[in-house]
Nanobody, 115 residues
């Protein structure tokens, strides 16, 4: 059984930065694609960024150049560095681990960008 625990969300002003972390239990973390998704009020959950075991990375167009995803397999942790935050980045951010046959999700962490 895999458990994902996110941390690092909060209330920030436009232009500020935050770093989200997601720690995974279990020994299989390094073999699978890890990623971040977000869901704003009244909207569907959307992809933010993913990183494969080989560290191939994919970003949503809306965050390219501002967000950076990374992973530390020794710590079984995936990170999301978010710079130049905008009000439209406000959402609950979810960590994901894509294991064939099942997606695992964290509980979510709230990010609010407001002046």
């Amino acid at each position: 059984q895999v458990q994902l625990v996110e941390s690092g969300g909060g209330l920030v002003q436009p232009g500020d930065s935050l770093r989200l972390s997601c720690a995974a239990s279990g020994s299989s973390f390094s073999f699978y694609t890890a990623g971040w998704y977000r869901q704003a009020p009244g909207k569907q959950r959307e992809l933010v960024a993913t990183t494969t075991p080989g560290r191939n990375i994919n970003y949503a167009d809306s965050v390219k150049g501002r967000f950076t995803i990374s992973r530390d397999n020794t710590k079984r942790t995936v990170y999301l560095q978010m710079n130049d935050l905008k009000p439209e980045d406000t959402a609950v951010y979810y960590c994901n681990l894509a294991i064939p046959g099942r997606n695992y999700w964290g509980q979510g962490t709230q990010v609010t960008v407001s002046s």
